[in-house]
């Protein structure tokens, strides 16, 4: 089955009598004991059992576990970690993961925060108890991309996990697993959801394995799990996921060429661009560069704020991945301690009319 075939398919289990087309949303949160029940809606339910099955399937892992956010399913890995471990990380590693480790496992885990992109420094990082290796690819602002097979030999020779937040590329554009990873992570929440009324995360595993059997025991006692109501609309967003991933990129392409060639701006960063230093890599582990993009615009905050605030179609707020395209100053969101440079403007490029986003562009710019 090609993806676009099990998107639609994959997650649709129909046993009701009646034969619905789509399958029924399942709101019971105790089950009928007898030797296939699923007992109690926290450890299962018929809705999140499908959204898993269909996650399991587009990134060509043996299981997948949903849980209620991006961030509950990245901690469930840490969770899962022996106290004592430790992981390397990122140094521009998602916001709210950075966090929730410096804060949630504090004397818990050790954790060692690198570029990615230098393997030199990523092979200099492994330490004795270094358990689990963890990228982001693309990354969050500047769209960095890691080398998962380079990282992955890395964490093979010395036993450790590798984990890869898939949430900028989708399995549409780049299945981690095929590449060395041992476990992939979303944040349902954007592109899965796909239209900013949806908050949701997951995990996918290569093997059922002992540690697997930890990151489910997090889920399943550690309770944060999604609703079946959340679960159905997920699977219902996911159907449309490979043709809104085609309409994102194409835009988020186009919307980059014009920036990159418009007096105003300072600098692009875009992994589709032949000038970003990871194109070579993403050209060979992705098969489509993304919808999000960043550009500085010349001059400082001000000049940023003030090209957000003259655009009519982007509408200034976080997050990616909606039909809708977004755009933020992306120092304003991430605080006074930020890397990320003051005139730097990120967009989750949308499913508008490609006209119509190029010219708010040029008229914002002008
Ligand atoms: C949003 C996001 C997360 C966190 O997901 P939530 O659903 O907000 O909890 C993690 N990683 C990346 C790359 C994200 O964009």
């Known amino acids: 089955m090609k993806l676009e075939t099990f ?28 030797p296939e029940s699923m007992i109690y809606a926290r450890a299962n339910n018929p809705n999140r059992h499908a959204l898993e099955k269909l996650l399991a399937g587009l990134e060509k892992g043996a299981d997948a576990a949903a849980f209620s956010s991006g961030n509950a399913a990245g901690v469930a890995v840490f969770q899962a970690l022996e106290s004592g471990s430790h992981l390397i990380a990122p140094e521009d590693m998602y916001h709210g993961l950075k966090n929730a480790i410096l804060s949630m496992f504090k004397g818990v885990l050790e954790v060692t925060f690198v570029d990615m992109a230098d393997l030199e420094k990523v ?11 963890w990228v982001e690819t693309p990354s969050n602002p500047l ?53 900013s009324d949806i908050l949701g995360g997951a995990l996918i ?69 032949k000038s970003h230093p990871g194109h070579p890599v993403a050209a060979n582990q992705m098969t489509g560069f993304g919808g999000i993009l960043s550009f500085q615009v010349k001059g400082d905050a001000d000049d940023a704020d003030r090209v957000i605030s003259k655009l009519n179609y982007f509408t200034n707020a976080t997050s990616i991945g909606g039909v809708e395209s977004l755009i933020e100053r992306r120092a304003a969101s991430e605080g006074p301690n930020t890397l990320t440079p003051q005139n730097l403007i990120r967009v989750s490029v949308g499913l508008e009319h490609l006209y119509d986003l190029l010219e708010d562009m040029e008229n914002a710019l002008k």
């Open 7 to 34: 998107a639609i398919h994959g997650g649709n289990i129909v046993s009701d009598s009646e034969k619905p087309v789509v399958q029924p949303i399942t709101l019971s949160t105790t089950f009928v004991h007898q």
């Open 205 to 273: 595993t290569k093997e059922t394995d002992e540690f697997w059997e930890r990151v489910k025991n997090v889920q399943i006692s550690g309770g944060a799990v999604p609703s079946p109501m959340d679960c159905y609309y997920l699977c219902r967003s996911i159907k449309t996921l490979p043709y809104r991933m085609k309409g994102h990129t194409e835009h988020a392409m186009a919307l980059a060429n014009f920036l990159s060639t418009h007096n105003a701006v300072e600098k692009v960063y875009y992994p589709g661009l």
């Open 143 to 195: 769209l960095k991309i890691t080398d998962i097979s380079a990282i992955s030999r890395l964490a093979k020779e010395k036993g450790a996990i590798l984990a890869c937040d898939n949430t900028f590329a989708t399995p549409v554009f780049q299945n981690p697993i095929d590449f060395g990873a041992d476990i992939v992570m979303h944040s349902s929440t954007k592109y899965f959801g796909g239209h």
């Open 123 to 133: 092979a200099a990082a492994f330490q004795s108890n270094t358990k689990l290796v």
